[in-house]
């Protein structure tokens, strides 16, 4: 298991201003960061993923889809083109970076919805867009991992199943799904079962509060949800996310209208060890 913590709650692009805040993580006892690609080129990521090597930290990736006129779903062609543009450059970011995952809810643009679930022809659209983006992907040693959201967020994806459905329908060795502990506990029915059912199609994971604060100070119970991962033989990125007001734009898509937390390092300073205790405790016995 690597354990990371996603850079959102302070930025939508890391410069060298966030160097201190990194190491901090480093210290806390973090393995890596994951770092959004919201702006920038690959020559500055490679320069980032250099800082992030000589420090001894790993990363991931995240990526969105920032409008509708980039998004995969689109009926217009020229968008689902433009749409592609935009992804291979985010997957051209993350290997200039040395990410080994790019995940992210890059199936269409946050808080926009179409008054009605997705289509059998928005899903054939996103599928040829996302197999072109998973080719691109393999060429360059990058997980391509595509993040569902609760209902209030998209409707296009909105729950394990619909996602593992829909990674079948892409068909490619470098595309696939996850699991987010706070999205699931708002649409799942029984969370652990849709982690059993879905293990084979659960390429990352973000630990994420039910108030998308500090870990442990909410009310989701992770160690059933942990103890099915290890069970199913997952070992990969254990990813902390929460989210504050740094950034107005995507506060406003998440909903965050109040501060979750004291102040920001508690996510990591109390988080990290939180997530390491329980994965431990998780071991099968």
Known sequence: MKLGLNLL???GHVTEEH????RRIKAAGFDGVEVPLFEGSPAHYARL???????????????????ESKSPISPVPAHRQAAIDHLRHAVDCSAALGADVLMGPFHSPLGVFSGQGPTETEKQ???A?????AEHAQAAGVLCVLEWLNR??????TTMDDAAAYARLV????FTTMHDTFHANIEEKDVVASIRRNIAHIGHVH????DRGTPGRGHIDFLPQLQALRAGGYDGWLTIEAFGRALPSLAAATRVWRDFFPYADEVYLEGGPFVRKLWAQAAPR
């Open 9 to 11: 709650l302070w930025t």
């Open 49 to 67: 993923g250099a800082f992030l090597k000589d420090e001894g930290l790993a990363c991931s990736a995240v990526a969105i889809i920032p409008d």
């Open 19 to 22: 160097f201190p805040l990194i």
């Open 152 to 157: 209030f967020e998209c409707y296009f994806l």
């Open 129 to 133: 867009v996302h197999r072109a983006m």
């Open 207 to 210: 630990i994420s509060e039910n």
């Open 171 to 174: 068909n490619h060795p470098s």
């Open 125 to 127: 659209h996103g599928a």
